[in-house]
């Protein structure tokens, strides 16, 4: 049987229909009322999902409700979730997976909006009880309802995420929701794959209510039948959008006039086109069908306006679903479902991860404060440690700066600021240390100094807590030599900024345990990172990779290259910020250093530039010290470009000096190359995981699909070819490496075999 009662607290309602995932109950005894209750639970699954088998079983439902309203025999009919933490997570991707042509998936959006249409006209009010995670075409079910209902549980998000897939909302999101929230405040949700909480739901005008999330689902019935009247006569019941940024009070006073309105979808397409650069359709296309739509606030369309407008989505959906941008999309979808299953160890190997409760960081500079800043974040409780107070006060006041960014874009509250900035407890000594679970080390970027602090770590902390090592480039197995237990530590090398980049590298040392991987491994995922373990290696992957790229745009600076021609070039192929940007954005002598180190290991192929040398040499550290290839004001804000930085380098600049085609080729041909070496190497176990490090920690175009499904679309022996003749014009770093040779004599690819 569908549907625990675990869902109603103390009620006991009356079973009177079942299937396999949906289970009717009538709570008319219990409330004096003709109140029912429809639950939606997939057996043996942790989700609720749209899939095929649940979209055959709706029918039915309906036929059986509808009847059940014909003979009034239903006052209102509530939504549940049989999930915890889940109402509907959305459609099953799967489905997606199998669409052939467009034709296929216009049809298969049309069955959709014929579903969801039957739900919206049936003779009761529906009211969806969110109490979880309420995506995509589960937010669509809610939007078709009545009313929507939200638990204050943090696990309790609504909205509208397609675009991230490459596609636009395909059961009717994009008609639905504008009625509901408003033209600009819809726009805003759907371009930016918003999800709100219970609280903003509401002053976004898409929930009716939020509730306590202790006995939701009871309090839930309770408010149905306190509105039931106001929900059988069609009483809007929700409060105006009060989101504010384009929507509130100013986009719904400008949506009531077609110059307001053209106003907004101008505005809108203005701000997607200055952020897709032209590589994402879907933004773009869900614009379009919301303004052919017409659809004004407040107003549901029903039969042929409904039918055409749906009809119009649809087509969107359909041409979209089969691009090549939304397969690689989806396709990240996947990857990153994949670590949340995982548990970061090779297949058939178990161990039992600790949960972390309380953490401890050790130094208070940037990576360290920032670390500390992300376990305040999620609430856990964090003892940052440095030798001074002057550092912990700059890393304290790190933290709260970017708690006070998420106050003012009212992400948290002001009770919530203050409660985040508590669990940062700044001490100049171990003290306490005894209670923590795991232990994070981010302090100077020194072997000998490392080793010293973790051996004298080990002495105050438990024999079951973790230790990790915040590197970029130092060896986790030398380190390991300095410890009496080097089977609990790893390496966590986070990405900067921290709160803002989504990769962890984990590093397995030489004697690192199942245990202690798997213990980082999920600890990245519950601060709400996506983690790879990765060999302990010269570089470990990014950095390996992500060094030849901006070596070789150096190169080509030096070669006469201009620096705006170069950041131009990967910005249009997709990069989140060209390759010289990049360097200064790592720090100049940040990105000499790893450079030096990968030389040191790998020889001639890895030989850096001098050009960054220089610089350090002159006092140009980058963004930090608002010297670098560009300069930065004291914010940090890149200003203006200036051209002195020439005279600096000892560059001459031309034009047209190396063609645009080159300039990519040798910027993305050289880390394909690597990246073959490095799977050869067992550095990172697939294909995939280079090509998820890749996007997550170095922002390579997703819509690419990464870096080495972007090869394949290229193919081996072209890349060879092309290797080859690089290598005769400028050298050994160009020669292709013996895994890429043999995968073109084989005519495969990374991921085709």
């Not at 990105?591 to 960054?612: T, Y």
Request: with cysteine.
């Amino acid at each position: 049987m569908s549907g625990s009662f675990r869902c109603y607290d103390s009620l006991m309602p009356t079973q009177i229909h079942s299937t396999p995932h949906f289970t009717l109950f009538d709570h008319s005894d219990e409330l004096n009322a003709k109140i029912h209750t429809l639950v939606f639970d997939t057996p043996n699954e942790k989700v609720n999902k749209l899939s095929k088998k649940v979209v055959e079983e709706f029918p039915p439902i309906l036929d059986r409700l509808e009847a059940l309203g014909k003979d009034g025999k239903i006052d209102a009919l509530v939504l549940v979730s049989g999930k915890t933490g889940n109402f509907i997570a959305g459609a099953d991707i799967e489905m997606f997976v199998q669409l052939k042509t467009a034709e296929e998936a216009v049809q298969l959006s049309s069955s959709g909006h014929q579903l969801f249409a039957r739900w919206e006209d049936l003779p009761f009010p529906t009211i969806a009880a969110v109490d979880g995670a309420c995506l995509g075409g589960g937010c669509e079910l809610a939007l078709a309802s009545s009313a929507i209902v939200m638990s204050n549980d943090s696990a309790a998000r609504i909205g509208l995420p397609e675009v991230m897939l490459g596609i636009v909302p395909g059961t009717g999101g994009c008609i639905r929701l504008p009625q509901k929230v408003g033209l600009a405040t819809a726009l805003e949700l759907i371009l930016q794959s918003k999800t709100l909480n219970g609280d903003r739901a509401v002053r976004a005008g898409l929930a009716e209510v939020c509730l306590p999330k202790q006995e939701f689902q009871t309090s839930a019935l309770r408010w149905v039948k306190t509105n039931l009247k106001a929900l059988k006569e069609g009483q809007r019941l929700a409060k105006e959008p009060k989101l504010g940024g384009s929507g509130g009070l100013f986009g719904g006073m400008m949506e009531k006039t077609p110059m307001g309105r053209a106003l907004i979808f101008s505005q809108a397409k203005k701000g997607v086109l200055s952020k897709i650069k032209g590589h994402y359709p879907a933004p773009l296309e869900a614009i379009d069908v919301i303004h052919d739509a017409g659809v004004c606030y407040g107003e549901r369309l029903r039969g042929k306006a409904r039918d055409q407008a749906m009809a119009r989505e649809a087509q969107a959906f359909g041409k979209l679903a089969v691009t090549e941008v939304s397969r690689n999309l989806v396709r990240l979808f996947f990857l990153t479902e994949g670590v949340k299953k995982s548990k970061g160890l090779p297949a058939g190997k178990t161990a039992e991860a600790h949960k972390v409760k309380t953490a401890g960081v050790l130094g208070a500079g940037v990576m360290g404060g920032g670390i500390a800043q992300l376990l305040a974040d999620k609430n856990i409780e964090a003892r940052m440690k440095d030798l001074n107070a002057n550092a912990l006060t700059l890393g304290v006041q790190a933290a709260a700066g970017i708690f006070k960014k998420n106050l003012q874009r009212k992400k948290i509250n002001r009770r919530e600021f203050q409660q985040k900035l508590n669990h940062i407890a700044p001490v100049l000594d171990f003290g306490g240390f005894l209670s923590t679970d795991a232990v994070i080390e981010a302090i100077v970027e020194n072997l000998d100094v490392k080793k010293k602090v973790l051996a004298e770590l080990e002495g105050y902390v438990r024999p079951d807590c973790v230790l990790a090592s915040n590197t970029s480039s130092l060896s986790i197995s030398k380190m390991q030599e300095a410890l009496k237990h080097p089977e609990r530590f790893v390496g966590m090398h986070f990405f900067n900024p921290v709160h803002k980049m989504p990769l962890v590298e984990v590093i397995r040392g030489d004697k690192s345990s199942d245990e202690a991987v798997s213990t980082i491994f999920q600890f990245s995922k519950q601060l709400g990172k996506t983690p790879i373990v990765v060999k302990d290696a010269p570089g470990f992957l990014v950095n390996r990779l992500l060094m030849p790229y901006c070596n070789e745009a150096a190169n080509m600076l030096a070669e006469g290259v201009p620096i705006e021609d170069l950041d131009r070039v990967m910005l249009a192929f997709g990069m989140p910020m060209g390759p010289i940007e990049l360097i200064d954005e790592v720090g100049i002598d940040v990105g000499a250093k790893v450079a030096h180190i990968l030389h040191d290991a790998f020889g001639e192929r890895m030989q850096p530039s001098a050009l960054n040398d220089k610089l350090v040499k002159e006092g140009y550290l980058g963004k930090k010290n608002g010297k670098g290839f560009y300069p930065y004001d004291a914010k940090q804000r890149r200003q203006e470009f200036d051209p002195k930085i020439y005279e600096v380098l000892g560059v001459s600049p031309k034009r047209g000096a190396v063609s645009d085609d080159e300039i990519r080729e040798r910027c993305v041909l050289i880390m394909i190359n690597e990246a073959s070496r490095c799977l050869a190497e067992g550095v990172v176990a697939s294909a995939a995981e280079v090509d998820l490090g890749m996007i997550m920690g170095t922002g390579f175009p997703p819509f690419r699909g990464g870096l080495l499904r972007y090869a394949d679309t290229i193919g081996a022996q072209t890349i060879v070819k092309q290797l080859s003749e690089y290598a005769k014009r400028l050298g050994a770093r160009f020669a292709p490496a013996d895994p890429l040779v043999v995968m073109a004599q084989e005519s495969r690819g990374f991921y085709k075999a």
